[in-house]
């Protein structure tokens, strides 16, 4: 499927380096050497900041003709950084030392777009190669998310979404659509309040508070309504609303909110809204839905804005608001008043999950897992924790089964027949089948190993 102007800029990889390097052979890119460089730090650095390396290299071509234009050749800018039309402007614009300086430049420009300031860690030691990075409007930072919204802002041209798209064919001529069906039974609607979004959330683990909104006049739109125009005398903000039809996104999940009552729970949590349109039962469709959503939450739906990403959910972390020193002792208060604690809720989301594990776990039946083992689901994908030693059972090399996870091993890193190697976790990859994570972060295909 190709490329959409409806494509988030933050978003799961797609495409490959190989591919694009195999695109600018082909078409006679100026100075390939490079481009190789600048290809391999955009597949290293955007996956790290959530941002999709096929949108960053797409970009890249349009803006440089196929890396030959001018701009390219004689001072490798990635994407028209500082070259505005103006003559002057133009002959004064800056060089880079290398393609790789290029990509982190370009990437910095996107996310400052995308997700405004501050930057992620990943990407502050970079900042000083964009050189326009303040000239950004203070209203713009963080509200250009999609292809589409960076028509006459990132160019003058109001279809630049569409031109960046269409490049992308030539480029990478399959690319799998970028939001991907979920296996959790929820409508989710996406529609961020851009004017609300808040500073970083402070640890990477975080926690998600479950709320109740106290009026029954008040669905999920209505709730995100009221967050986009200020959130009454409070100043409230929440991530999402839930009610019986549908759960809505209104922050990204690296935002701040302002909802706990309490500065450490909104600096270290996410929170869900949920509405009070039905009677209260312990099994009603408000609460399917919230148990639904929570499970989405920890299980990275792809169909989800998690900002620059880097945020994990847990099931052992999730909080009612009355859980916060300070707060509303009473909220949630009917699911107290139907459940007296969060144990059924905790329930409820388990199984939510265990169907996403079970649609996949027979995938591993001809692969048994050594030893006991417990399982989750990260980034869509089933995961199983081993910590064992395995062997070896023919020659492998590593650097054969090359992915973001495994971009450390050596060229010449070599697994002999029967020696042990110690594995962290057993996952099932986009391809259905069977990988070993092992504790120097080397993806190899499962079925070249057995217990040690």
């Known amino acids: 499927m190709p490329m959409l102007p409806a494509d988030t800029i933050h978003g799961s990889p797609r495409g490959s380096p190989d591919t694009a390097m195999t695109f600018a052979r082909n078409i006679d890119a100026r100075r390939l050497d490079q481009v190789e ?4 730090e955009v597949y290293a ?4 900041v959530g941002i999709d390396p096929a949108i960053v290299v797409a970009q890249s071509a349009l803006e440089t003709d196929n890396w030959r234009d001018r701009w390219w050749e004689e ?3 990635p994407a028209g950084l500082g070259i505005t039309g103006d003559p002057v402007h133009n002959e004064g614009s800056r060089s880079w030392e290398s393609g790789a300086d290029a990509a982190r ?7 400052l777009y995308a997700h405004g300031k501050p930057l992620p860690p990943d990407l502050e030691p970079h900042a000083h190669l964009d050189p326009r990075r303040d000239a950004i409007a203070a209203d713009v930072l963080g509200t250009r998310r999609t292809l589409a919204s ?12 569409q031109r960046i798209c269409n ?14 069906e979920s296996r959790m039974p929820l409508d989710i609607e996406v529609n961020i309040a851009t004017n609300r979004i808040g ?4 640890d990477r683990e975080a926690f998600i508070t479950v709320h109740e909104n106290g009026n029954p006049n008040s669905g999920a739109r209505q709730e995100r309504e009221f967050v986009v125009n200020g959130g009454g005398e409070g100043a409230v903000s929440y991530h999402f609303a839930v009610d019986r039809h549908r759960a809505v996104q209104i922050l990204p999940l690296d935002s701040r909110g302002k909802h706990a ?3 450490t729970g909104n600096a270290t949590s996410i929170a869900i809204e949920t509405s009070q349109q039905e009677p209260e039962t312990p099994n009603n469709q408000t609460q399917r839905n919230l148990r639904a959503l929570l499970a989405a939450i920890i299980a990275r739906d792809e169909r989800l804005d998690f900002g620059r990403g880097g945020y994990e959910f847990s099931r052992d972390r999730i909080r009612f608001h009355r859980d916060w020193p300070g707060a509303n002792p009473n909220c949630p208060e009917r699911m107290l008043a139907a459940w007296n604690s969060i144990d059924p809720l905790m329930d409820g989301v388990k199984a939510a999950l265990d169907q996403a594990i079970d649609i996949v776990s027979n995938m591993l039946a001809p692969h048994p897992v050594p030893g006991p083992h417990e399982t989750k689901v990260i980034g869509g994908k089933v995961l199983w924790k081993i910590d064992e030693d395995v062997e070896a059972s023919s020659e492998v090399r590593p650097k054969e089964w090359a992915d973001p996870s495994a971009r450390n091993a050596p060229d010449e890193a070599v697994i002999p027949a029967g020696q042990p190697v110690h594995v962290r976790y057993l996952i099932v990859g986009t391809d259905h089948q069977p990988w070993l994570i092992t504790d120097l972060g080397w993806r190899m295909p499962a079925n070249a190993f057995a217990p040690s």
């Open 37 to 40: 460089r600048y290809l391999a």
């Open 45 to 48: 650095l955007a996956p790290r």
């Open 75 to 77: 001072r490798l800018n």
């Open 105 to 111: 430049a370009q990437i910095v420009h996107l996310s």
């Open 150 to 161: 960076l028509g006459g802002f990132w160019a003058a041209v109001a279809d630049y979404g």
């Open 167 to 180: 490049r992308s064919q030539s480029v990478f001529p399959e690319l799998p659509n970028q939001r991907k």
């Open 199 to 202: 500073e970083p959330l402070r």
């Open 261 to 263: 009552g309490n500065a």
